[in-house]
């Protein structure tokens, strides 16, 4: 399998930089997308411990909009 077959995660990450201030590291990026195919809860939850947040003491709220970031920036394909 090569490269160009892997799915573009860039803007779906430059997004949520932007958008909510999750700026992760590589290592970070890749455990995110290694949860991805788990749904996007597992995502979530990849993203937040990338940043060494709690996730069962982070705020609902929070947890959406991370999820809806992800899913409206989910490359196609």
């Known amino acids: 399998m090569t490269d160009a077959t892997q799915p573009d995660y860039a803007e779906m990450f430059a997004a949520l930089c932007r958008e909510l ?7 970070g990026e890749k455990r995110v997308i290694a949860a991805l195919p788990q749904g996007l809860d597992a995502a979530v939850k990849a993203v937040l411990e990338a940043e060494g947040a709690d996730f069962l003491n982070t705020s609902g ?3 959406r909009q991370i999820r809806d970031c992800l899913k409206a920036n989910l490359p196609s394909g």
Do not use: A, R
Not at 21 to 27: F, I
């Open 61 to 63: 709220s929070l947890k």
């Open 21 to 27: 201030g999750y700026c992760l590291h590589v290592k």
